[in-house]
């Protein structure tokens, strides 16, 4: 599973004292204390089978399943980084008609710093941005999205996502 094998190189970086390197990963969820975690393995393997611009038409429609607006996919190449456009709606009071631009990143191996400051690089002015993927973050990737004094990316790994999909009740089609 490759969730396992991120948790072994994790463990592994951390016994060499690697720090802040795109080849250390970083998980914020403990897939072992979760109960369904099978049933979100078995979401993210689907959404891993899915082509790359079939991908970005599930995160169009998840967003506009969890109350997005104005929500469209951009061309597929020349998208300067920006995969998914959507804006914040009202139900969401404080951050309604907050343009959310997303990158979606369908793959395996980690994304790393260079796609974090890539996307940050493309938002329009005012946007907030969110980097989705179905694998994970490296250490520098999640860094960098914090980085003080830079606007701030919103980080969705693999794991994290499929529970979404799961806990909004999102068919996979």
Known sequence: MDQGISIQRLIESRKQGIDNSDNEIISDSD???????????????????????????????????????????????????????????????IFGSTVVQVQAKRWLHSVGRKEVAELRGSLQPFARGAVITTSHFSKAAINEAGEEGKNPIVLVDGFKLSKVVIDEGFSLG
């Open 31 to 93: 897939p072992q204390e979760e109960d369904n975690f099978e049933q979100i393995e078995q979401v993210r393997g689907k959404l891993l089978v899915m082509e790359p611009k079939a991908f970005e038409f599930f995160i169009r429609d998840l967003l506009v399943h969890t109350g997005f607006t104005e929500v469209c996919v951009t061309r597929y190449s020349a998208d300067g980084g920006v995969d998914v456009y959507a804006k914040a709606s009202g139900s969401m009071w």
